[in-house]
């Protein structure tokens, strides 16, 4: 079984500082673990993923995220916020190679940016 | 086509009636994947194709949800005797064999309204 917990439904951080959004997981296999945005009306679309390697991992739009095992978490993080950052994030995760392929879903996590 | 399509986009129906969703997945893509995502939650999985089987239909929520897709491409969604509880928007994604490890493309979604 697998599960995903996000820390904090709604965020909000100031224009230029430090976006940090939590992630802890559950599994049973090895995790591989995903962030999503979603914008108003919109489809997901993936920011990063990790799926075995570098627990560093870069994404798309300045995001990154950091594996770690030890503490169960995966969290989101961007130096320097934009206004275009604010959306709707979504941390997943799967069984991949070792199991299931389907996605466990957090309940988000909204982001506004203050200008 | 180009990503990963769903019709209609909107669809309001009355109790008790029958609806159908449809999703056309990235042309090559294997396995295709059904999700619903209530007003202020992350997508809860439904079921799972890989070809044309069903490889994990466990989140399915009861008898009243089918989903088919007969030539291994194009999904149908299938609810009868729709609740108001079923109002949500219904998300198909498709990947190459594995989406952990190929990536999962999401479709804009259906907007189901039961009034």
């Known amino acids: 079984a697998q599960s995903v917990t996000q820390l904090g439904s709604h965020v909000s951080v100031s224009e230029g500082a430090l976006v940090l959004l939590r992630c802890n997981y559950s599994?049973?296999?090895?995790?591989?673990l995903f962030w999503y945005v979603q914008y108003p009306n919109q489809g997901l679309q993936l920011l990063l993923k990790?799926?075995?390697?570098?627990?560093l991992v870069k994404g798309i739009n300045g995001f990154e995220a950091e594996f770690k095992k030890s503490e169960t978490s995966f969290h989101l993080t961007k130096p320097s916020a934009h206004m275009s950052d604010a959306a709707e994030y979504f941390c997943a995760v799967s069984e991949g190679n070792f199991g299931n392929e389907k996605l466990t879903f957090g309940t988000g996590t909204r982001l506004t940016i203050i200008p | 086509g180009a990503g990963v399509s769903q019709t209609p986009s909107n669809k309001v129906t009355e109790k008790g009636k029958y609806v159908e969703l449809r999703c056309d997945p990235i042309s090559g893509h294997t396995a295709l994947y059904w999700y619903r995502q209530s007003l202020g939650q992350g997508p809860e999985f439904l079921i799972y194709?890989?070809?044309?089987?069903?490889?994990?239909d466990s989140g399915l929520p009861n008898d009243r949800f089918f989903a088919v897709r007969p030539e291994g491409s194009v999904s149908t969604l299938k609810i009868q005797r729709t609740e108001r509880g079923d109002s949500a928007v219904y998300l198909c994604?498709?990947?190459?064999?594995?989406?952990?490890?190929?990536?999962?493309?999401f479709g804009s979604g259906t907007r189901l309204t039961v009034v």
């Open positions: 599994s049973s296999v090895p995790p591989y």
């Open positions: 194709f890989q070809g044309t089987g069903a490889a994990d």
């Open positions: 990790y799926t075995t390697g570098a627990t």
């Open positions: 994604a498709s990947s190459l064999a594995g989406g952990s490890n190929y990536g999962y493309t």
